[in-house]
């Protein structure tokens, strides 16, 4: 008796082994790591003996753990969840993930997801990963404030604006109206019809933008107009706690994530004091505005080649992806906007944010038509970052000209990659 019972449990034991599907995801939200593990629970109802196993690292951490895994060929993920900012590490060489075009073509989530969105996670016409998030930038700024020295939001529809009523409010009230980084250099280069790179891989194509941009800016900070924070960056917590609940600016960019995750995350005072409007732009030469918006950082979901079963972890992804329910839920636990379209007909994407006290969703929604395209490179990631930590910040307290900047900044890309 106790011998069949044993060996009942052996098949028991080799049967559960034998159905039971597990597949690993890495993740570079913290935040994040809840949902995934609610997603695969539900995925499991309909796919019995599936598993995951969901592993969460920092922002920066994730791209440091993939790349090692990826240079000695063990423990790697089936599943990675990457920043646009750091796809491009990826790209220099043959891409340690799946195309997914014809996979994304059959699904339909070529035509549901935001075309701008799916050319981020795009190098060389193969699509490498689905975007989780419209990421579209926008302007935050003090409500209350703006009440009290009488500033309309419909007033700062240029960045030119902004320096004519930043300069007012300087000299009346000794008041600073807006907070910038170096995150903030490419998003401007885009409103205004630029990028980092060309479709040809030319670096700063149109360097007389690039500089204009530095200089409008660098005039904007020695007028204490424009300034950044003590530490250097609007993601920074202590920027929040500090300057902007002290009222030492009226104004921030941001991506929706931004206003999701950081205000209510670092500011949860603050709330029903900061409202959202559109990301002052520059007029065309036909008297038009840009681009109100453009976008900056947003997370993707791409399948490693050495993945154990491509079909399942597909079957996951388009799950998540699809899933209009669980793309209403990441936006309402304060990760991110979805890039998902048919996900915006969600009531609770659309409604008053309890934060904001106004409807985000419809804003974004409103300047979704407006996101101006990125171009994909390989040494994308290393412009983003040596100009927000080496050039942007001395431009803005003068240690260095725009022209001298820039120039600087290409001989430091050149360096790296050599001429191109």
Not at 319 to 337: D, I, P, T, W
Not at 346 to 361: A, C, I, R, T, V
Request: glycine share 8%; proline share 5%.
């Amino acid at each position: 008796m106790i011998k069949n019972f044993f060996y009942a449990c052996i098949l028991i034991c080799f049967q559960q082994s034998l159905f039971s599907e597990q597949l690993s995801l890495w993740i570079s939200s913290f935040q994040d790591q809840v949902y995934y593990e609610k997603m695969a629970e539900i995925f499991a109802k309909k796919n019995k003996g599936f598993e995951l196993e969901v592993k969460a690292y920092g922002f920066r951490e994730m791209p440091d753990k993939l790349g090692v895994a990826l240079r000695t060929g063990e423990g790697l993920p089936d599943m990675v969840q990457l920043d646009e900012t750091f796809f491009g590490v990826f790209l220099n060489g043959p891409s340690p993930f799946l195309d997914l075009t014809q996979l994304a073509k059959k699904s339909k989530l070529d035509k549901t997801l935001h075309p701008r969105r799916l050319d981020v996670f795009t190098y060389k016409k193969q699509l490498l990963g689905l975007p989780q998030s419209l990421s579209a930038m926008m302007l935050y700024y003090r409500k209350d404030l703006f009440e009290e020295y009488g500033i309309k939001p419909e007033e700062l529809q240029t960045w030119e604006d902004m320096a004519i009523i930043g300069e007012e409010l300087q000299d009346s009230q000794g008041q600073r109206m807006l907070a910038l980084d170096g995150t903030l250099f490419d998003v401007l280069l885009r409103q205004k019809g630029s990028d980092l790179f060309d479709e040809k891989g030319n670096f700063l194509p149109d360097e007389k933008v690039a500089i204009d941009v530095l200089q409008e800016f660098a005039e904007m900070s020695q007028a204490q107009i424009a300034v950044m924070p003590d530490r250097g960056s609007i993601f920074d917590p202590v920027f929040f706690s500090g300057d902007l609940e002290a009222g030492e600016v009226l104004c921030v960019a941001g991506a929706d994530w931004y206003g999701l995750d950081l205000f209510q995350q670092f500011a949860p005072g603050m709330e029903g004091l900061w409202g959202m409007m559109p990301l002052p732009t520059w007029r065309g030469e036909d008297g038009k505005l840009g681009p109100r918006t453009a976008t900056f950082a947003g997370q993707g979901l791409m399948i490693c080649k050495a993945t154990k079963d491509k079909d399942l972890a597909w079957e996951f992804l388009e799950f998540v992806m699809k899933n209009k329910e669980a793309n209403a839920e990441r936006f309402l636990q304060g990760n991110s906007f979805p890039a998902y379209l048919p996900a915006w007909k969600n009531e609770d994407l659309l409604k008053e944010h309890p934060y904001f006290k106004q409807s985000m969703g419809n804003l974004l929604v409103e300047l979704a038509d407006e996101i101006p395209p990125v171009v994909v490179d390989p040494r994308r990631p290393q412009a983003i970052f040596l100009m927000q930590e080496n050039y942007f910040g001395s431009v803005m307290f003068g240690a260095l000209s725009p022209k001298e900047a820039i120039s600087q900044y290409r001989e430091a890309m050149k360096q790296s990659w050599g001429k191109r």
